[in-house]
């Protein structure tokens, strides 16, 4: 049992295990009797499309939804969309975006941690030519 309650969105990555069907099969069980409110399975691997699929939960079953809908790769519990995007070092990878285009991604933890650098180092080069602005200002008195 779940201490809050099962869980909003589960994310499924197909893996060489899961061939045949049959252990697909058994997980998409296992994912109905869990209670979970979304399923995402994703085949980064997969040469045919869909690569994404997803389950809501309707009337206590999983049932597959349309992706093809314009809101086909919205996630109601975070209010985001799921999308397949291309990483040119890692490949083709599941991500979460703000818009249903895919086009403002939330960012990675690297990526994160890469646009803090550079805004820390854009602030440091508008106070360093702040600071020269000041120090010539003085040098004028």
Same mark, same amino acid.
């Given at each position: 049992?779940?201490?809050?309650?099962?869980?909003?969105?589960?994310?499924?990555?197909? #893996?060489?295990?899961?061939?045949?069907?049959?252990?697909?099969?058994?997980?998409?069980?296992?994912?109905?009797?869990?209670?979970?409110?979304?399923?995402?399975?994703?085949?980064?691997? #997969?040469?045919?499309?869909?690569?994404?699929?997803?389950?809501?939960?309707?009337?206590?079953?999983?049932?597959?939804?349309?992706?093809? #809908?314009?809101?086909?790769?919205?996630?109601?519990?975070?209010?985001?969309?799921?999308?397949?995007?291309?990483?040119?070092?890692?490949?083709?990878?599941?991500?979460?975006?703000?818009? #249903?285009?895919?086009?403002?991604?939330?960012?990675?933890?690297?990526?994160?941690?890469?646009?803090?650098?550079?805004?820390?180092?854009?602030?440091?080069?508008?106070?360093?030519?702040?600071?020269?602005?000041?120090?010539?200002?003085?040098?004028?008195?």
């Amino acid at each position: 049992m779940w201490e809050r309650g099962a869980p909003h969105v589960a994310v499924d990555i197909v #893996s060489p295990s899961d061939s045949p069907p049959g252990p697909w099969r058994q997980k998409l069980e296992r994912y109905t009797q869990c209670g979970v409110g979304e399923l995402v399975r994703f085949d980064p691997m #997969s040469r045919k499309k869909p690569r994404l699929r997803i389950w809501d939960r309707v009337d206590g079953d999983l049932v597959e939804r349309d992706i093809t #809908s314009p809101s086909g790769h919205h996630c109601d519990a975070l209010g985001l969309y799921w999308c397949v995007a291309v990483d040119r070092r890692l490949g083709i990878m599941l991500r979460l975006a703000r818009d #249903s285009a895919g086009l403002d991604l939330l960012p990675t933890l690297a990526e994160a941690r890469q646009q803090e650098a550079e805004a820390r180092q854009q602030e440091g080069a508008q106070a360093a030519a702040r600071i020269r602005e000041l120090e010539a200002e003085l040098a004028k008195r």
